[in-house]
């Protein structure tokens, strides 16, 4: 008799699998890689192999000699994992701490909980967290290293930093196209808003994810950060500024669509999606943190049990 294999969720019902799924993903965020290495060079090379290697190994020897079951690894998932934690990290990450990173991401957020489809926050945010504030010296160095462009090596504080530290009229002359095509500074998901984008519109002609989180975060953001400008655009930043900067869009649009930390039902991702929004512009302009991004996505993570319950599928017809 065949052994037959009970996987765990989600269950996708169509000519799709998990793998094929994360490749589309992996694709996507193909155009920020290479934008990043070309900005950054060498060294965001070994942060981004750091990552991806130690992940998927991670994955892999837990599954193996800990949970004894080789067949629920994904190498798929573990490698966008591996992926997007890189994308969060400054070029500058010594790679043990990125290292540690993996370890947090899989064995404790991920594995812990017991693999793919289970894990109740988002692995490479919460690695992100954790590592920010294990690490704030090096997590908060924003050098840039030389590239296979050419740029000087500078280091200070990122656009947000700024706005945080000397106030909206510090970034009030900003160029908002040249920070949409390219903005050296911060981490490696933050330099190209536009190449974020590219990979966003290719998940949804690829019908990977749905518009809904993404769209209720910016329109949200976008509200929020228009009242508080309209009434004082000498303290607060304005639309177009938080919508470019930061670590807005790479969360946006690829961690906070994430199937298995997100709410199940349309409705329920536009409401999961506004307190996304809300919760950055609250942390950015109020919180001791001048980007608030993963901590929000951590937050409604935590609410999307309830969300699912309020906003649940009708079961054959009935509510």
């Not at 090379?45 to 991806?52: F, G, K, P, R």
Request: charged share 10%; glycine share 10%; aromatic share 10%.
């Amino acid at each position: 008799m065949d052994k037959m294999l009970v996987s765990p969720s989600p269950h996708i019902h169509a000519k799709v699998s998990t793998d094929s799924l994360m490749r589309d993903v992996i694709i996507a965020l193909c155009p920020a890689i290479i934008v990043s290495v070309l900005f950054l060079g060498w060294a965001e090379l070994l942060v981004l192999a750091v990552s991806a290697v130690s992940c998927v190994a991670i994955e892999w020897a837990i599954c193996k000699w800990v949970m004894h079951k080789p067949e629920l690894c994904s190498c798929s998932s573990a490698l966008v994992t591996g992926l997007l934690l890189a994308m969060n990290l400054p070029v500058t990450t010594p790679w043990w701490i990125v290292l540690i990173g993996a370890v947090f991401a899989i064995g404790v957020v991920k594995m812990s909980f017991g693999g793919l489809g289970q894990n109740i926050f988002n692995p490479a945010i919460a690695a992100r967290v954790f590592l920010l504030v294990s690490f704030p010296a090096q997590m908060t160095d924003w050098t840039v290293t030389k590239g296979f462009i050419s740029l000087d090596a500078v280091s200070g504080p990122t656009l947000l930093g700024l706005a945080s530290e000397q106030g909206a009229g510090a970034v009030a002359g900003l160029d908002h196209l040249q920070t949409l095509l390219l903005n050296i500074g911060g981490s490696a998901g933050e330099i190209s808003a536009l190449a974020l984008l590219a990979g966003f519109v290719y998940l949804l002609c690829r019908r990977v994810i749905k518009p809904w989180i993404t769209l209720s975060i910016f329109a949200t953001v976008a509200a929020v950060s228009g009242i508080f400008w309209a009434v004082n655009p000498e303290v607060y930043t304005g639309p177009l500024f938080n919508l470019l900067s930061g670590g807005l869009i790479l969360g946006a649009c690829f961690m906070a669509t994430d199937y298995v930390t997100s709410p199940m039902t349309s409705w329920g991702g536009v409401i999961y999606g506004f307190g996304i929004g809300l919760l950055v512009m609250m942390i950015r302009y109020f919180g001791s943190y001048p980007e608030g991004v993963s901590f929000a996505i951590l937050i409604m993570n935590m609410t999307v049990p309830l969300i699912d319950r309020a906003f649940h599928h009708r079961q054959y017809g009935r509510k």
